[in-house]
């Protein structure tokens, strides 16, 4: 599997971003694609994550009500619509797959269920 990530850039706060992540390569058939970030001098948390067959989401608390995710199967991509964007966003967002083989919010909590990672797009977020 290979991930691509783009949509990233330089933003106000409050303004909003949304991000692709193409999918191709060779699939399982049921998986998991999340959403993560890195901020500088930070490890890596969980921001969002949808299974591909039954579109079930997870959202960490400190994006919920802000950030949209969604799975475009037609076009391979998954997309994280960003509003109301603050400083606090300011990362790397990668996005990574996984065969499912739990719940979403099991997988989502756990990084070791992801194998295939994108390199990242860069987000931030001026005051």
């Known amino acids: 599997v290979q991930l691509v990530e783009s949509g990233g850039g330089l933003v106000q706060s409050g303004g909003s971003l949304r991000l692709s992540c193409v999918v191709s390569g060779s699939r399982p058939e049921h998986q998991v694609i999340g959403w993560f970030r890195q901020a500088v001098g930070k490890p890596r948390e969980r921001v969002s994550c949808i299974s591909s067959a039954d579109d079930k989401t997870y959202y960490t608390d400190a994006v919920k009500g802000r950030f949209t995710i969604s799975n475009d199967n037609a076009k391979n991509t998954v997309y994280l619509q960003m509003n109301s964007l603050n400083p606090e966003d300011t990362a790397i967002y990668f996005c990574?797959?996984?065969?499912?083989?739990?719940?979403?919010?099991?997988?989502?909590?756990?990084?070791?269920?992801?194998?295939?990672w994108g390199l990242g797009t860069q987000v931030t977020v001026s005051s």
């Open positions: 990574a797959s996984g065969p499912q083989t739990t719940t979403v919010l099991a997988m989502c909590n756990d990084i070791a269920y992801f194998n295939a």
